[in-house]
């Protein structure tokens, strides 16, 4: 059963901590996407990947933030130093060009206080 | 950019009704129009989609609509059940692999 796993599912960090975010996308899946979920703006695309190369970080805070794929097996989003403004839930999705459809993996529910 | 308005936020049913849920999209190169389920606790899951060159999509008690003309996408689902009850994103593909999602529609359904 293949599927998109993200890693930690819970975590509660003190402002100011560097927090890491993990996700192992669907094995063949050329592109992943991290998206944020709040309940004021929704689903956001923070950044995106094709074949471990990013295509597009727009969404993304630069002075915090940073998204890597250290080999395609695994991608990172990482913020440093967190905010409280950074509590959401983080969804990593994976996906094959050619078919479009993206396969969201169970989440990463990050509380900084 | 593409934008995508996505009516009405909250959607409260009875059990055995229809429920509608409407979408627009701003940009015509457009042209891959996915829904997805979000459960509590859990990452949207993918349950219909439809292309630009089809203009209905059943499946089962689910069905989409795709008016290309005036940039609408519908969801339609037949014969509610409580299990239904989610958070429902519409969202359109511009192309590039940017997807775009509407902000989600609350759906309940009442027992």
């Known amino acids: 059963d293949a599927r998109v796993t993200q890693t930690p599912r819970h975590k509660v960090t003190e402002m100011g901590q560097e927090v890491t975010m993990r996700c192992q996308p669907i094995l063949g899946h050329n592109t992943v996407f991290w998206y944020r979920q709040t309940m004021m703006q929704g689903l956001e695309l923070l950044a995106y990947?094709?074949?471990?190369?990013?295509?597009?970080d727009s969404g993304m805070p630069k002075d915090r933030f940073s998204a890597e794929m250290p080999d395609a097996t695994l991608a990172t989003l990482k913020i440093q130093p967190s905010e409280p403004r950074d509590s959401a839930v983080y969804f990593c999705?994976?996906?094959?060009?050619?078919?479009?459809?993206?396969?969201f993996g169970q989440g990463t529910r990050l509380t900084v206080v | 950019g593409e934008n995508v308005e996505q009516h009405p936020s909250t959607l409260s049913v009875q059990e055995g009704d229809s429920a509608v849920i409407k979408c627009t999209y701003s940009d015509s190169a457009s042209n891959y129009f996915p829904w997805y389920k979000q459960e509590l606790g859990k990452g949207p899951q993918l349950i219909i989609d439809i292309r630009s060159n089809v203009g209905e999509k059943k499946d089962q008690r689910i069905a989409v609509t795709l008016n290309k003309t005036a940039k609408h996408f519908s969801l339609h689902i037949t014969e509610t059940q409580p299990e239904d009850s989610a958070v429902y994103f519409c969202a359109a593909y511009t192309g590039g692999f940017k997807t775009i999602f509407g902000a989600g529609t609350r759906l309940f359904v009442k027992a």
């Open positions: 990947f094709r074949n471990r190369a990013p295509l597009d």
């Open positions: 999705a994976s996906g094959h060009r050619e078919i479009a459809e993206a396969f």
